[in-house]
């Protein structure tokens, strides 16, 4: 059967979908990076606050808003070895405690001394942060108390403690957008490793050897066939082989004859080449839908330990890709012009 | 068809974490009883909930200290030394 064959580069057969779950990923990354514009300081100052006396900030107004909450973060400016237990405290116009929230501060370090060695740690935790969200406008004044301070070692103290307040309005939790990128970030990765993998298997074969062949129904006017080679090789394969595919239509006879170039990857072992491998990939659109037999030969085969051919029938691409285009010649001859002209 | 469901998963996932974020769906909500969705930032604790006012005459909610809130005596540093 006399065919035409047409080699045409394509992006017809991209598959949207992971370009979708990208875009879902670089939007929780806008987000992030947006997050900033929306938060405004309000209050960043540094307060004096003791166990009977607790350190008082001008009132807020709040008002119901749909971005963001008031978040306030108190850090405890004390000494090393040292404890103390505030409360961060709210209160509406009329004195009343409207919530409040406490934390465990504490600061410490030392030294360390492992097998003859030494060195000194330090750490501390001693940054509390609350976030409101306010139902209805209202004024709300802040507060920082201390409630119990001390050393590590037991004493109880009665000094006063400095906190650095900071209060924000139009805070964005973050601690959503980072998961959310991770996951659709992850997902969106998963997509694009999975799309060449996408289609039904028409043939899948492996041998032990360098020329498989197989048959299977594929192609289709709007269907695009996947064909590709797998080359195991041993430690004395040149750098490159050809690929050699030949496709055959339904009554067994030879369509489409084509030779590629496959680079080999060796896979090295205490600077010794073990092993080869190598792959290529050929598109194809065949019609009609049919029965087409795959043939491969690998040159030189003599180095060739393993050659699988697997060809796809309906695949995706990750973006455009060269196709060659299989199809029946048009029957009535007078159309040809090369028949024309001779 | 599977790159469609991980494209409609990672647009869920984006949808959700982003309003989540960007409305403070974990923040306290002043005068709400219920607080579900709380989530606390940097280890502190509310220290109080929000109950119906019984006493007063003007209803809503009042915050109430938790009784428990004298424990925090308890505490004496959680640095290394403190054995935790």
């Keep these: 059967m006399p065919v035409t064959i047409q080699t045409r580069h394509m992006g017809r057969f991209?598959?949207?979908?992971?370009?979708?779950?990208?875009?879902?990923?670089?939007?929780?990354?806008?987000?992030?990076?947006?997050?900033?514009?929306?938060?405004?300081?309000?209050?960043?100052?540094?307060?004096?606050?003791?166990?009977?006396?607790?350190?008082?900030?001008?009132?807020?107004?709040?008002?119901?808003?749909?971005?963001?909450?008031?978040?306030?973060?108190?850090?405890?400016?004390?000494?090393t070895n040292r404890w103390v237990t505030y409360e961060i405290q709210l209160f509406d116009q009329q004195g009343q405690v409207i919530a409040s929230a406490i934390k465990e501060a504490w600061k410490e370090s030392g030294t360390w001394y492992e097998e003859g060695e030494s060195g000194s740690w330090s750490e501390e935790d001693t940054l509390g942060g609350l976030d409101v969200r306010a139902q209805k406008n209202e004024q709300v004044s802040?507060?920082?108390?201390?409630?119990?301070?001390?050393?590590?070692?037991?004493?109880?103290?009665?000094?006063?403690?400095?906190?650095?307040?900071?209060?924000?309005?139009?805070?964005?939790?973050?601690?959503?957008l980072l998961p959310g990128l991770i996951g659709a970030g992850s997902l969106a990765l998963i997509a694009f490793m999975a799309t060449p993998l996408s289609?039904?298997?028409?043939?899948?074969?492996?041998?032990?050897?360098?020329?498989?062949?197989?048959r299977g129904t594929a192609g289709g006017s709007d269907r695009l066939v996947r064909?590709?080679?797998?080359?195991?090789?041993?430690?004395?394969?040149?750098?490159?082989?050809?690929?050699?595919?030949?496709?055959?239509?339904?009554?067994?006879?030879?369509?489409?004859?084509?030779?590629?170039?496959?680079?080999?990857?060796?896979?090295?072992?205490?600077?010794?080449?073990?092993?080869?491998?190598?792959?290529?990939?050929?598109?194809?659109?065949?019609?009609?839908?049919?029965?087409?037999?795959?043939?491969?030969?690998?040159?030189p085969d003599a180095p060739v330990d393993q050659t699988t051919l697997t060809v796809r029938d309906r695949t995706r691409t990750r973006q455009s890709v060269e196709v060659v285009q299989i199809s029946p010649s048009p029957l009535d001859i007078s159309e040809n012009p090369q028949d024309q002209q001779t | 068809m599977l790159t469609k469901v991980l494209a409609a998963t990672a647009v869920a996932i984006a949808v959700f974490t982003i309003i989540a974020g960007y409305t403070q769906r974990s923040a306290l909500v002043l005068g709400e009883e219920k607080q579900r969705n709380y989530w606390s930032r940097r280890g502190t604790s509310l220290s109080g909930t929000y109950n119906e006012n019984t006493t007063g005459t003007s209803g809503g909610v009042i915050w109430v200290p938790l009784p428990n809130r004298s424990s925090y005596g308890s505490f004496r540093g959680g640095g290394p030394s403190a054995g935790k």
Excluded at chain 1, 153 to 166: H, I, R, W
Excluded at chain 1, 199 to 214: E, F, L, Q, V, Y
């Design chain 1, 14 to 79: 991209i598959d949207p979908w992971s370009y979708i779950a990208l875009g879902a990923a670089g939007l929780v990354l806008l987000a992030f990076i947006v997050a900033q514009f929306f938060q405004k300081t309000l209050v960043s100052t540094t307060v004096s606050a003791s166990e009977d006396e607790p350190a008082q900030l001008e009132a807020i107004q709040l008002s119901r808003q749909p971005i963001g909450a008031l978040r306030i973060d108190v850090k405890a400016l004390i000494p």
């Design chain 1, 142 to 176: 802040i507060a920082v108390a201390v409630l119990e301070y001390g050393q590590i070692s037991g004493q109880e103290l009665d000094e006063p403690v400095q906190f650095k307040v900071t209060v924000q309005n139009g805070v964005v939790d973050t601690r959503y």
């Design chain 1, 199 to 214: 289609g039904k298997k028409a043939i899948a074969k492996t041998i032990r050897d360098s020329d498989p062949s197989g």
């Design chain 1, 227 to 299: 064909v590709k080679v797998d080359v195991k090789s041993d430690e004395t394969s040149p750098r490159q082989l050809e690929v050699r595919l030949f496709i055959n239509d339904a009554y067994g006879e030879q369509i489409y004859a084509h030779s590629l170039p496959m680079t080999l990857r060796y896979k090295k072992e205490n600077g010794k080449v073990e092993e080869a491998t190598g792959k290529v990939q050929a598109f194809f659109i065949l019609e009609p839908r049919s029965s087409y037999g795959f043939h491969v030969e690998v040159m």
